[in-house]
């Protein structure tokens, strides 16, 4: 059965330089009224770099929600417009200085569906280049190295939470180890 | 190296029914100033239920963000001070019907740790005991079954996209069929 709500009214509570927060007035399906609170995302792209030995690199940065670092594969949001894999191309370089010779895709995750629309395309980058790390002027992150077989123990012991490192990393092991 | 940043101020910009959302003026490590947006979600709780053949149970439901039907893991968010393993039972009941000997912890997943401290906690439920389904009264869901397997394929080829789902049926998969 395919389910629907239909929209009655919408107003913007906010626009920020990331998100755009709206509250909008539906009807539900019993003709009740509801409010749903929406968080607007431009979307991002995330990219898990294996080498030739099966080596993953994961950055380390400050998350302020959460008031400490993450450990995360690169990411960054989408520049309007922006393909996905042009932006985890950029976003490889600039978080780790590498290229990379061959783009997979894992596929798209929606990270918080109840919410909010983002969508993070998430790919898997081998043939790894290494050049210079030019991050962004104002991020601090902290580059690491894990054998494939370590970064996946880490995502089943729950030492890894972040949930597009988690998909990319249980997808990658499977197509890469025959996990 | 471990990172970290300052705040200088905070604002409150909307507060709604589930979500709140900030703005604050942090410095960071190099002494310059940047605004965080920030999203605070109270967490919630989800759980895949397994049956004795290996059959794991999805819901459809229609999501706002994305205007139109995902599917998903039952899932709910934590009322205040609520123990995860107890909304994960009482989601599972209200969303499936199902009752359920044993609860194995999946981890945590925070699916958007760029601007929203959301932690999801994920369970697998074995044992199913079939109730009667009895969803909040402004929720319209409907029931999948799926054989692991088919749940398993329908992730690693992008039918199912949401990220809480993902990590549970990718964890579970490698849990219960040495995948």
Redesign the interface.
């Known amino acids: 059965?395919?389910?629907?709500?239909k929209t009655l009214s919408e107003n913007t509570?906010?626009t920020?330089?990331?998100?755009t927060?709206k509250?909008?007035q539906?009807q539900?399906?019993?003709g009740?009224q509801?409010?749903?609170?929406?968080?607007?995302?431009p979307g991002?792209a995330a990219v898990l770099p294996v080498d030739e030995d099966n080596n993953v690199y994961l950055i380390?940065?400050?998350?302020?929600?959460?008031g400490r670092?993450?450990l995360?594969i690169p990411a960054g949001?989408l520049e309007k417009g922006e393909d996905p894999l042009a932006a985890a191309k950029r976003e490889l370089a600039e978080e780790t200085g590498f290229s990379a010779a061959h783009y997979f895709s894992l596929?798209?995750?929606?990270?918080?569906?109840?919410?909010?629309?983002?969508?993070i395309h998430i790919y898997m980058a081998a043939g790894l280049t290494k050049g210079e790390i030019h991050p962004d002027?104002?991020e601090?992150?902290?580059l690491e190295k894990y054998p494939l077989e370590t970064a996946w123990n880490m995502?089943?012991?729950?030492s890894i939470?972040?949930?597009?490192t988690?998909?990319a990393i249980?997808?990658a092991a499977?197509l890469l180890k025959n996990?």
Chains 1, 2 share one sequence.
């Open positions: 059965m395919e389910h629907t709500e509570i906010f920020g330089r990331i998100i927060v509250q909008r539906v539900l399906e019993n009740r509801r409010s749903r609170e929406l968080v607007l995302h991002g380390r940065q400050f998350r302020a929600p959460f670092t993450v995360e949001k596929g798209q995750m929606w990270p918080t569906v109840g919410f909010c629309d983002e969508i002027e104002d601090f992150i902290s995502c089943m012991d729950g939470t972040d949930g597009k988690l998909t249980l997808k499977r996990r």
